[in-house]
């Protein structure tokens, strides 16, 4: 075998290692070294064809140091190939990406574990028992879908009752029908007395059935047409029950929840996007997302493949409003807009118009629905 060894070294011959003295040279065991051999990760520059010892040149030490490091941050094996294959930029990028994942969920993990904590450290109660100088709290709320002024159909849907708000915008050719679907499978928790402590249970019992009910309308669709089954057909869902303290969130494709809390708008959910992965692993600026022809493509929602929706806790405060929106609203009216509309139109009901009207003066490009709620003191 050629010696391709790349050090300053100028002897004709380069001197090879044996494996123990290569393991002892990049701190690696030799047994490391034979599973990476095994693996594909490293392979010696030399064996031996009578002896089958492995000898390794000087300049594949950085490459040895290099696998050991990417498994000892858990790449999987695939992936330290292809990163131990890469010129040390696109490597760089690479191992950047990765930790991005990582720590994306992780986030989610992360989440999980606080209300875990929460629920567990709080002594449970039911919501209608009043507590003790603690107000008593309750949804005010509205909901407004509008099929804007371009598309043909209206594939949005939008629901408000006393403790479910949800909005879900569909796509492909039954998306309408694959919209409404995940909203009614939903709908049941209305008439449900919830506590804190098994909402959250119940909401991902819930997304199960709603993305049951997707997958039917999709099967349906394709039943019709006699297509190929693909993941064209299926709908995004941003929803929040109430328990009477807290707002449980589930949240999966690029609609929206924000809250208004103390004059401040915060995004509370993380758009499912390709282009959102893009800015994440630092592939792609905000600005480049924008107008990125790939900007509306769903790295997640409920459809044909099974994915996993984003679901989270949230304790109300008194005067919080919340807002939940499909992309229709966050595509052509800036956030600063959102915030003044929500800001300044005390009635969710007007506000909800207000929010789509925005959206239809800018051009109404895509079907827009909202739903708004304030967290008020019961009188
Ligand atoms: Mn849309």
Partial sequence: MADKRETGHTMPNPEMLTIG????????????????DELDLLRPARVDPDTGYRYYATGQLEQARLVAWLRRLGMPLARIRQVGAMEPPAAAQEIRAFWARVEA????????????????????????????????LELRYAARTDIGLVRAANQDTAYAGS??????????????????????????????????????????????GAAQAVRDVAGTEHGKTGDEVTD???????AMVWTGSRLALVHIG????????????????????LVQSMIDEGRLTPEEAATHP????????????????????????ADDRYLLCSDGLTRSVPETTIKHLLT?????????????????????PDNVSCVVADVVRTQ
Avoid: W
């Fill in 254 to 273: 690029d609609s929206r929840a924000y809250l208004l809390r103390d004059g401040e708008l915060f995004l509370i959910t993380h758009d499912h996007t």
């Fill in 294 to 317: 790939q900007r509306t493509l769903l790295r997640k929602a409920l459809g044909r493949s099974p994915a996993t929706p984003d679901l989270r806790l949230h304790d109300a405060q």
């Fill in 232 to 238: 064209d057909i299926g709908t995004t869902l941003t």
């Fill in 105 to 136: 969920e992780t986030a989610a993990r992360r989440d999980l574990a606080t209300f875990l904590v929460d629920h567990l450290s709080t002594p449970p109660r039911k919501d209608t028992t009043p507590m003790t100088g603690t107000d008593l």
């Fill in 163 to 208: 403790r479910v708000l949800a909005v879900a915008d569909g796509f492909g050719p039954g998306g309408a029908p694959a919209s409404t679907a995940a909203v009614e499978a939903l709908k049941f928790l209305d008439a449900e007395p919830l506590t804190a402590g098994s909402v959250l249970n119940l909401l991902e019992d819930a997304v199960q």
């Fill in 344 to 364: 300044t139109v005390p009635d969710p009901d007007a506000t909800t118009a207000a929010l789509i009207e925005a959206a239809n003066a800018n051009g109404g």
């Fill in 21 to 36: 003295a290569f393991a002892r040279a990049c701190r690696l065991s030799p047994k490391a070294l034979r599973l990476y």
